[in-house]
């Protein structure tokens, strides 16, 4: 266990869990670790898988094409972005954007948990199996649980679809688009 692992749970605020991730990680060259953006105590935080490449070279969350896709969803669902906490399970990019493996999964989750406390939103969305699988149950299926209101470290979370998952998929885009709405219900 690292030393970063040992202190994580006395980290107090954001910027200083960001200042020991950016220790912790590091990026491939010409990228940037992605550690999240959005208000200290948000009522919506958003997880998503790992950064692209876009978001790699900004430093930013989900502000690829999927990220356009989920700020119109968003948008649809009447919940404002800049509302949101928006992150990622990885906090560095995949070599070749691939899927994350177990052991990365494994490696990140303790400062995304740590993010969850610290933020304790009213509800927590998660995009897509590898949130799901990171949150909820490492044998989560999105299928099976998607749209269905799940609980963890006292929070309401719900699981839905990637934005990306839309591209592949034209019949997910409504269960994405309903999913947000509820959850902005359960807020508002």
Known sequence: MTVAMITLGSITDLR????????????????????????????????????????????????????????????????????????????????????PRKSEIKEALPFLIRQITLIRPAVLVCLGSVAVQAVIDPKAKITQIRGEWQEKYGIKIMPTYHPAAVFHDEDKKEWLKKDLTEARKRVY
């Open 16 to 99: 200083t869990l960001n200042d020991v991730c950016t220790r912790t990680f590091l990026p491939a060259a010409g990228e940037n670790i992605v550690f999240g953006e959005g208000p200290e105590h948000a009522k919506f935080m958003l997880i998503g898988e790992a950064p692209g490449e876009e978001e790699a070279e900004l430093g930013r969350p989900f502000v690829g094409n999927a990220g356009r896709l989920l700020n119109k969803y968003l948008q649809e669902a009447q919940i404002c972005r800049e509302d949101c906490y928006v992150t990622n399970v990885l906090k560095v990019r995949p070599p070749g954007n691939r899927t």
